[in-house]
Nanobody, 120 residues
Framework: QVHLVESGGGLVQPGGSLRLSCAASGNIAGRNAMGWYRQAPGKQRELVAAIATGGTTNYADSMKDRFTISRDNAKNTVDLQMNSLKPEDTAVYYC??????????????WGQGTQVTVSS
C-alpha cells in the first residue's frame, strides 16, 4: 500500500505562483512514475505532469510552459511548481503514483487532492 499526501494548495491571484508537494509513504520501493492530475467542476480529470524515477517527464501541452514537475527520491516527494497561474487553472489537484512491480503489474494510487483557486 502507498499513501500520498498533497499540500500547498490555496488561493492565489492571477499571475501568481504556487508550489504543490506530494509525499509518498508505505511500499514505495521500486520503479515508479509520480505526477499530478487536476479536475475542475464539470470536467474530466486531466494529466498535468508526471515524472518517472529516473527523471523523465511528461507534460500536458497546455501547461508545459508554466508548470515544472520535480522529485526528490531521497525524501519520497514530488513537487509541482506552478507559475503565471490563470483562473482556468482552478481545480482540485491530485497526486498520482504508478508503481511497476514486475510481470506487467502496475499499482495505481491517488492522494485526496488539494484545492487550487486562482481568482482576483
Amino acid at each position: 500500500q502507498v499513501h500520498l499526501v498533497e499540500s500547498g494548495g490555496g488561493l492565489v491571484q492571477p499571475g501568481g505562483s504556487l508550489r504543490l508537494s506530494c509525499a509518498a509513504s508505505g511500499n514505495i520501493a521500486g520503479r515508479n512514475a509520480m505526477g499530478w492530475y487536476r479536475q475542475a467542476p464539470g470536467k474530466q480529470r486531466e494529466l498535468v505532469a508526471a515524472i518517472a524515477t529516473g527523471g523523465t517527464t511528461n507534460y500536458a501541452d497546455s501547461m508545459k510552459d508554466r508548470f515544472t514537475i520535480s522529485r526528490d527520491n531521497a525524501k519520497n516527494t514530488v513537487d509541482l511548481q506552478m507559475n503565471s497561474l490563470k483562473p482556468e487553472d482552478t481545480a482540485v489537484y491530485y497526486c498520482n503514483a504508478k508503481f511497476y512491480r514486475g510481470e506487467g503489474r502496475v499499482d495505481v494510487y491517488w492522494g485526496q487532492g488539494t484545492q487550487v483557486t486562482v481568482s482576483s
